[in-house]
């Protein structure tokens, strides 16, 4: 593998792609398979093994932008309060009142983290193209439509910190659909949590939250796996996607959250819709 420039601008660009994608309901890993797929191939520059890697590694470049928006929220939950200013740390509840808890996130971790450990050979073997991403763009699709359709009229749960047990578990069931590239796992958790109760922003909070130690565990297995693949000759593709998922990361995160309230799931839903299409028509027809 030799380094070339416009192979780093092509891991540039899916960076780029991760970044603005992976928080909207839209399908990161969609977004970069039909991106890669039909016009970068970055299997023929990082191998295949190699390239499967780097769209899972890139995440954790917008996993760093949620850390950052989050870091309240984080230290929070972590137990950390008595170290961290209090006027930093007022956003969020204080130990003695309702908030959300680590416990409710790691509840909310574990189906999705049992049936990704279970079927990760298969996904990352047969789920990996364009065709399966078209399905789970449009099928995702309709699931947020409905979401905005039948959700309760006035949300139960406004904020992330009113949210039970019962529905942490929910939507990480929920959450099990995402394991389908194209379904979006931001798309199904925000619906869900809609679905629940739960107001679009705390859906979003929860679900944001929870992309977290989703993404770093993801990132670690699939580095282990392919460990043996990988040269130094790929490390400035891996930088470079990296530093560009976070810069779109940290844009995306910011503007989605003032938006989500506003708009709800529906435009987000026709958007993937027209996407398939055309791109059905276009390039698999």
């Known amino acids: 593998m030799e380094f070339d420039f416009i192979n780093l601008l092509k891991s540039i660009i899916l960076g780029i792609v991760e970044g603005l994608t992976e928080f909207a309901p839209v399908s990161s890993t969609g977004h970069m398979?039909?991106?890669d797929d039909m016009w970068l191939n970055s299997k023929e520059f990082l191998t295949q093994y190699v390239a499967n890697?780097?769209?899972v590694v890139i995440q954790l470049g917008s996993i760093l932008a949620v850390v950052v928006v989050?870091?309240?929220r984080f230290i929070n939950l972590l137990g950390l309060d008595r170290l961290w200013s209090k006027n930093k740390a007022a956003a969020i509840p204080a130990s003695g009142t309702n908030r959300l808890k680590l416990m409710q996130v790691i509840v909310g971790l574990i189906p999705a983290g049992v049936l990704g450990l279970l079927f990760e050979d298969y996904i990352d073997e047969h789920l990996f193209s364009v065709n399966t991403v078209l399905i789970g763009l449009v099928i995702g699709a309709f699931f947020m439509i409905a979401a905005d359709l039948f959700a309760p009229k006035t949300p139960r749960v406004e904020t992330v910190d009113q949210m039970s047990y019962k529905q942490a578990l929910s939507i990480g069931l929920?959450?099990?659909?995402s394991l389908w590239p194209g379904f979006s796992r931001s798309g199904s958790t925000i619906s869900g949590g809609v679905l629940l109760?739960?107001?679009h922003r705390a859906a979003s909070d929860f679900t944001f939250i929870m992309a977290v130690p989703v993404m770093f565990g993801a990132s670690f297995l699939s580095l282990v796996k392919n460990w043996e693949y990988f040269t130094l000759d790929a490390l400035p593709y891996f930088i470079a996607g990296f530093v560009a998922a976070f810069i779109f990361a940290l844009i995306s995160i910011r503007f989605f959250l003032k938006l989500i309230n506003r708009v709800k799931l529906v435009p987000f839903a026709i958007y993937r819709i027209i996407l398939a299409a055309i791109i059905y028509f276009v390039f698999v027809m």
């Open 174 to 177: 929920i959450q099990c659909l």
């Open 70 to 72: 989050f870091k309240d």
């Open 33 to 35: 398979i039909i991106v």
């Open 197 to 199: 109760g739960m107001s």
């Open 53 to 55: 890697t780097f769209k």
